[in-house]
């Protein structure tokens, strides 16, 4: 008979609540669908109150339980005052940080500071910023932080230096956590996706250029979507809470790597 360590029970289970940032869109608008879609009862964290407003509809009227806090995680008195709110209302079950991008493709030698500045920005320093302030309550829920990171962060390529660096820090920063948290009840997991279609990295990267943006997936037959990523996570935090997937690379059949890609013309 083969054992698992497993029911699908969960300490604290009626409080099966996320935060997910990063929620307006892509990855994190969709693992929000989808979480809800499991019975959690998740808190939309992202800048746009428009669209968190318009998700947390479509999730309620799906028969979800949704609510949203406008939340740049990039400033510390917008994360403390979404973080008191959301603690005030119960407990948290898990992290979702999705919240992330890229800006620009250029060479080191001549790449923006800006750029560099606002990806470590938003990539790294918000993660550590609003994992560090729900982490007691996540362990007082025998809770998880899952850190989506990226496959930038375990290959470098030419270009991306800056946004694969900030995306090495985070799988660093979700590696020593996990080392720094043996003993304690918490969950530290890594989900790294390889190339993922979605209506706004790559336009946003290339600062709105449409057809740059195509460039990226173009001839790449099926690259995942942000479903795939999303069922990923949820498998991830629905496992027991004692089973811990430290890391997860996902990609397309398609990429081998970065540059090792079935690309038809
Ligand atoms: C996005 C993956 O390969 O475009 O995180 O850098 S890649």
């Excluded at 190339?195 to 997936?217: C, I, L, S």
Aim: a negative charge.
């Amino acid at each position: 008979m083969t054992e698992v360590s497993t029911t699908r029970e969960h300490a604290f289970d009626g409080g099966r609540r996320a935060v997910v940032t990063g929620a307006s869109s892509g990855i994190g608008a969709e693992t929000a669908r989808v979480l809800a879609k499991d019975g959690w009862q998740v808190v939309l964290l992202a800048r746009r109150q428009d669209k968190l407003e318009a998700l947390v509809d479509e999730i309620e009227s799906s028969g979800g339980v949704g609510s949203y806090v406008v939340c740049d995680i990039t400033d510390e008195e917008s994360t403390d005052a979404a973080v008191r709110r959301i603690i005030a209302e119960g407990p948290v079950k898990a992290l979702i940080n999705c919240a992330g991008g890229a800006i620009g493709k250029d060479p080191v030698a001549s790449a923006d500071l800006d750029d560099w500045r606002a990806m470590y920005e938003l990539n790294v320093i918000g993660t550590l910023r609003i994992t560090q302030k729900l982490l007691p309550t996540l362990k007082e829920s025998e809770g998880t932080v899952l850190i989506v990171s990226s496959t930038a962060g375990i290959e470098p390529y030419e270009g991306g230096a800056g946004y694969c660096a900030s995306k090495f820090a985070e799988r660093v920063m979700a590696r020593v956590l996990r080392l720094e948290q043996i003993g304690e009840p918490v969950r530290i997991i890594d989900v790294s996706p390889g190339m993922v279609k979605t209506d706004e990295f790559a336009v946003k990267r290339f600062g709105g250029d449409a057809d740059k943006a195509a460039d990226v997936y173009a001839g790449v037959p099926d690259p995942l979507h942000a479903g795939d990523i999303a069922e990923s996570i949820r498998w991830a935090v629905d496992l027991p809470d004692t089973v811990d997937v430290d890391s997860l690379v996902i990609r397309p059949r398609a990429e081998g790597s970065y540059t090792k890609l079935d690309r038809r013309s």
